[in-house]
T-cell receptor, first 116, second 116 residues
Framework: GAVVSQHPSWVICKSGTSVKIECRSLDFQATTMFWYRQFPKQSLMLMATSNEGSKATYEQGVEKDKFLINHASLTLSTLTVTSAHPEDSSFYIC????????????FGQGTRLTVV | AQKITQTQPGMFVQEKEAVTLDCTYDTSDQSYGLFWYKQPSSGEMIFLIY??????QNATEGRYSLNFQKARKSANLVISASQLGDSAMYFC?????????????FGTGTRLTVIP
């Protein structure tokens, strides 16, 4: 199956700092990456869709200036949480659209962000 | 309207017994895919099983089977011979192939606890 590597797996940061999360597709080219967010005891909600070489599209209610997405290559997409606040504490997880092969869809390992 | 509905917040099952996790969906697309994922406490999303809307046979993967009833728009997951390691959150998800969004919509999940 497709291999997706996401780092870091967990991070604790101080309020007001920025955190970068990386998502790499290791064995195929990912022209599109989906970023999901999962608050405690809730489901996964799509935050944004990044496309290689172009601007990301954000779901309603997601601040594009706070959650910066860069998809500069076919194997790497990054999500930067800028000026993080405690309410940004969540589980962030990525999945390349190209991993949506006929019968499977693979995710990164996820990043648990805690802002203190 | 919710695209994916999981009405069981929590389920208990005795070890070695079978359990059914419910999932209903809502779509106007004729072509779509249904997925089930297992999420242990580590947070990773483990792909379990897939059912395509045009598949005439119910999908099976080892101890997992999907009871697909298209007319009722239901895609229940059946886990046979439950094991203690099956305790986790389980998410049903759908991808609509015709609308072009390509992302997965998730239900709210069911927490399964296997009792020794």
């Amino acid at each position: 199956g497709a291999v997706v590597s996401q780092h870091p797996s967990w991070v604790i940061c101080k309020s007001g700092t920025s955190v970068k999360i990386e998502c790499r597709s290791l064995d195929f080219q990912a022209t599109t990456m989906f970023w999901y967010r999962q608050f405690p005891k809730q489901s996964l909600m799509l935050m944004a869709t990044s496309n290689e070489g172009s601007k990301a599209t954000y779901e309603q209610g997601v601040e594009k200036d706070k959650f910066l997405i860069n998809h500069a290559s076919l194997t790497l997409s990054t999500l930067t949480v800028t000026s993080a606040h405690p309410e940004d504490s969540s589980f962030y997880i990525c999945t390349p659209a190209d991993s949506f092969r006929n019968t499977e869809a693979f995710f990164g390992q996820g990043t648990r962000l805690t802002v203190v | 309207a919710q695209k994916i509905t999981q009405t069981q917040p929590g389920m208990f099952v005795q070890e070695k017994e079978a359990v059914t996790l419910d999932c209903t969906y809502d779509t106007s697309d004729q072509s779509y895919g249904l997925f089930w994922y297992k999420q242990p406490s580590s947070g990773e999303m483990i792909f379990l099983i897939y059912q395509g809307s045009y598949d005439e046979q119910n999908a099976t993967e080892g101890r997992y089977s999907l009871n697909f009833q298209k007319a009722r728009k239901s895609a229940n997951l059946v886990i046979s011979a439950s094991q203690l390691g099956d305790s986790a959150m389980y998410f049903c998800a759908m991808r609509e192939r015709q609308t072009g969004a390509n992302n997965l919509f998730f239900g709210t999940g069911t927490r399964l606890t296997v009792i020794p």
